[in-house]
């Protein structure tokens, strides 16, 4: 499993019952791009990580799992 599949998945789970829309708008980009990182067509950018860590309170996690897919192709 690749790290932008984790990545996906874990914002996935993360997300629950809120929809693609709410969470692009707390996390402060288009619903658009959102749905292409969730779905794992797109790797995410080290400022969306890090909003990711803030608002679901998960200190460097998602940080960790973007550098990994740094160094993916």
Avoid: N, W
């Amino acid at each position: 499993m690749s790290a932008r599949s984790i990545f996906a998945d874990l914002l996935h789970a993360y997300r629950g019952a809120t929809t693609q829309q709410e969470a692009a708008q707390e996390l402060r980009v288009s619903k658009s791009l959102y749905q292409k990182i969730e779905s794992g067509d797109r790797r995410p950018q080290r400022d969306f990580a890090e909003r990711c860590d803030e608002l679901y309170k998960t200190p460097g996690v998602f940080v960790r799992i973007y550098e990994d897919t740094v160094s993916e192709p």
